[in-house]
């Protein structure tokens, strides 16, 4: 089952006073950038973000899956709470870094 347009554009509006936000069709799945930081993943209408130190102790009992076939595993982020899912989008935000431009071959 893919991810509804209708799903990421909820993800984007619990997420929306966090930063700038704009999100990329990736497979039939979505990536969201928050200020051009690669942040949540989703697929089958599930938000997922990395597990990173920072998040660690905020998503302790949090589901715990893959995105996609070959993925490392990832937390599963309760996008139906709000706060709770700035609060550590935020955190991301703040430790991710805004991916390097490729160079065209």
């Known amino acids: 089952m893919a991810t509804t347009e209708s799903f990421i554009n909820y993800v984007?509006?619990?997420?929306?006073?966090?930063?700038?936000?704009?999100y990329k069709k990736m497979f039939g799945e979505y990536l969201v950038y928050i200020d051009e930081k690669p942040i949540v993943v989703v697929c089958d209408n599930t938000a997922f973000v990395?597990?990173?130190?920072?998040?660690?102790?905020?998503?302790?009992g949090a589901d715990i899956g893959y995105p996609y076939k070959g993925a490392k595993e990832h937390y599963v982020l309760d996008i139906?709470?709000?706060?709770?899912?700035?609060e550590v989008v935020s955190k991301l935000v703040a430790e991710t870094p805004v991916p390097k431009k490729k160079k065209k071959a």
């Open 12 to 22: 984007c509006e619990q997420l929306k006073r966090i930063g700038e936000i704009r």
């Open 50 to 60: 990395k597990k990173l130190d920072c998040i660690e102790e905020d998503m302790e």
């Open 80 to 86: 139906e709470n709000e706060t709770h899912s700035r």
